[in-house]
């Protein structure tokens, strides 16, 4: 009886990151979550005392999911710790979509300010900043932020910018910026030296 509670429980809440991921928070309404899980009023009542509730969940389960990612992009060489996050993270967005549809709500299940995609973008910030022992960390790190947002953003109305391949391209331009033991790169801010003549 509680494996099928929570079969049931677990169905509510696919429901609503399938509609969220695939429109947005508005259309996982009661009768919309209802119909797309297959259950009655009653027993998403049983489990969640309101459809805010559940889109709570949501939120709970995607934030779990990217507290993850970020541990696993941050656990290797630093300099690559902002790539590898980008690189998962899209991947994310594009195969799971209670990623998907956690991003663009708040922890009360609203849509409303801060959503967990700031969350996530504030932590990535903060990891990066306390990692970097240069005068140039915030730069790379709003760079980094910068970077992510435009393709969580931009993947929502193209998911091409979520495969591993659009992200690839970009950090093969980016990569020199984070490679802090390559003499032969200019910090930030500061022109190239003048080719000789």
């Known amino acids: 009886m509680q494996a099928r509670s929570e079969q049931t429980r677990q169905a509510l809440v696919r429901a609503t990151a399938e509609l969220i991921a695939d429109g947005r928070p508005s259309d996982a309404g009661l009768v919309n979550i209802c119909r797309r899980a297959g259950v009655s009023r009653g027993a998403l009542y049983h489990h969640f005392s309101s459809t805010a509730a559940l889109a709570a969940a949501v939120y709970e389960q995607a934030r779990h999911r990217l507290e ?41 299940g609203s849509a409303d300010p801060p959503r967990l995609r700031d969350e996530v973008l504030a932590v990535v910030r903060e990891r990066m900043v306390a990692t970097q022992a240069e005068d140039r960390a915030e730069d790379l790190a709003d760079l980094t932020v910068v970077l992510v947002a435009g393709i969580e953003t931009l993947g929502r109305t193209d998911p091409a910018w979520w495969t591993g ?25 500061t022109a ?3 080719p000789k003549t």
Do not use: I
């Not at 541990?71 to 998907?100: D, Y």
């Open 165 to 189: 391949k659009a992200s690839h391209r970009l950090w093969e331009l980016l990569r020199p910026l984070f490679d802090r033991n390559d003499p032969g790169q200019c910090p930030v801010g």
């Open 68 to 108: 993850t990612l970020t541990e696993e992009a941050f656990a290797g060489p630093l300099q690559n710790a902002p790539e590898r996050f980008t690189l998962a993270l899209g991947e994310a967005m594009r195969t799971e979509k209670v990623v998907r549809a956690g991003m663009q709500l708040a922890a009360d």
């Open 192 to 194: 190239p030296p003048a």
